[in-house]
């Protein structure tokens, strides 16, 4: 095979894949029938452009055969509902013959409002948009959600068919409904992101961060009006830019306030600042804003030494009175600490202590374990670090944890 | 639902870590037992002693047949060998039973567990269990 044909599949695949797909979906509603035809159309395509050349418009030539295997698929199950559904994509295989590239609409924005339905199980929203969006395999998506790949394959096709059964509509809900929409699908985003970021040592894990940031640069573009699209985008940028300083030379956990600001990555900083600025002037603000200016008030206070402790507070008591959110009220208490001291900030998780979820949540009782440590309670915060490390998937935190709790004997 | 951890080793390498370094490991797997405990989703534990000192049992030859409802083996003889039937890179070394919602869980959880660092986890459920009454 020619390297010029492997390129252009490829980069039609990277570029194109998720909005080739989003269009062969949006009138079938059959997801994993337009990925069939679109993997044949691909197919084709590496097998034939090698003899005959790239065709000037690849993405056009794609669509035109996945949308041939498309008809002659419901050609062979001949049911009437498919009879219907023959003569409508007959009829859009005509109109894709004079289409341009620019002229194929851009539905991708609608496939994940469609993957991010209230009616699709929350956990598999997000691996339901790096499949149809992006293209990933199960095999890969399941590695990063610690899911076989048959078991996450078979979670995806039955999900793809409850977005067929149900008639969940590829369409961008209305002005009214859309802020809550565009939470799920934020948060799935946001999912995919956390996945690789707290996996960064893992080659995969970093990848996946990466594609998340390139979601959330396509959600940004397909709805430029919205200011919580752009507060999630800056929100992992800020994260993204600190991912050489988190870990030692020799592999060690850096905390925040302990890490090298050398090895920031200026550049992803000074975007995120660029786009929370323009999500700040354009409306009011959410959550996903909020929580980029905290992350930004880290970096000021990082790179100028000012004490901006009081903004960060301010920012997450905004916060959680706007989510209720537990994780938020911890955050919270980790700031408070600098500011009031490690007692007021034990008190203000107090009311954690009866929550559930909290017996299995790490964060907790690492920020539980710290502030104990401060004021003296050796005994309460050995048992915490101890707990922390048990509930730690990552060694390096694990260690960092274990050098915490030996520095209580040591103290 | 009770899942089984079947926690595989490298037994020689295990054998060659200084007992400084060993012990730090058992301090990481003692807070992976407290982390357990404390979310209710701990059950027992077990370390088990190296292969060299395993017997397998291994009925050689005949054939399985069923007389009157029970399972005979004819023309067999009972063999036993030391260490475990198969040669394997990495050994069963331990376990660890545990009480979670369901498989994801149970995966979630084998992944917190130090010795996932050193090698493979088979993740069992536990189909019935029964035990001997406490005293």
Redesign the interface.
Known sequence: MSDTAQRAAERAARESYGRLLAFLAARTRDVAGAEDALAEAFASALASWPEQGVPANPDAWLLTVARRRQTDAYRRVGTSRAGEMHLTLMREELDDLAMTPEAIPDRRLALMFACAHPDIDPSLRSPLILQTILGLTAADIGAAF??PAATMGQRLVRAKSRIAELGIAFEIPDTEDLPSRLDAVLEAIYAAYAKGWNDLVGEAGGQLAEEAIWLGRLVVALLPSSPEAKGMLALMLYSHARRAARRSPTGAYVPLDEQDTALWDMEAIEAAETILRAASSAGPTGRCQLEAAIQSAHVVRRLTGADNWPIVVKLYDILHAMTGSPVVLLNRAAALAETEGPTAALASIAPLADDKRM??YQPYWAVRGRLLAEIGNREAAH?AL??A?????D?AI?NWL?ARRADLLAG | MRYLLMLYADENAGAAIPPDQMA?AM??M???????E????FVSTSALGRTSDARTLRMSGGEIHNVDGAFVNQGGTLKVEEGPYAEAREQFGGLFVIECEDM?AA??WA??C?AA?WGPIEIRPIVHTSSAKEA
């Open positions: 610690l899911i017996a299995d048992e101890t707990l490390m048990g509930l730690s998937t060694p694990r274990e | 730090k301090e990481g003692f807070a992976y037992q407290q982390a357990l404390k979310a209710g989703a994801d995966v979630k992944a917190r130090p660092q």
